[in-house]
């Protein structure tokens, strides 16, 4: 028995459309894959320790490190945060910590330019 060449060609059509599918399946689970860890690695840049190393790093892009720094001790220090803020919430100690505050820029300031000038 002979096959012609016309049962032939629907043969090779089939496997070649099978393998089509195929082909097209693996391209889907690696795309599946791909947007799985783009997923992942986006999680990752969205946790708070993160967002906050970003921020400190573009604070110090702009020269603003001491802000950074000043952020990262709030963070590890919580009850900095919270003196700072019953500090600031209450009305009649807010003129003193400002003018504390500023003696301290001041005092921190004058060190700084001593120890700039000394070297």
């Known amino acids: 028995m002979k096959t ?3 049962d032939r060609a629907a043969s090779s059509t089939a496997a070649d459309r099978r393998m089509r599918i195929e082909l097209l399946r693996m391209r889907a689970g ?3 894959l791909a ?3 783009s997923a992942c690695q986006l999680a990752g840049e969205l ?3 993160a967002l906050a190393a970003q921020a400190r790093d573009r604070l110090g892009s702009f020269g603003l490190g001491w802000l950074g720094g000043g952020l990262q ?7 900095l ?4 803020t019953s ?3 209450n009305r009649q100690r807010r003129g003193i910590a400002l003018k504390t505050a500023l ?3 001041l005092v921190w300031l004058g060190k700084r330019r001593n120890c700039d000038t000394d070297a």
């Open 103 to 105: 003696i301290a820029g």
């Open 87 to 89: 500090v600031i919430s």
């Open 4 to 6: 012609s060449s016309a």
């Open 35 to 37: 947007v799985r860890r």
């Open 30 to 32: 690696y795309e599946r």
């Open 73 to 79: 001790a709030l963070r590890r220090y919580p009850v």
């Open 47 to 49: 946790r708070p320790e």
């Open 81 to 84: 945060l919270s003196l700072l």
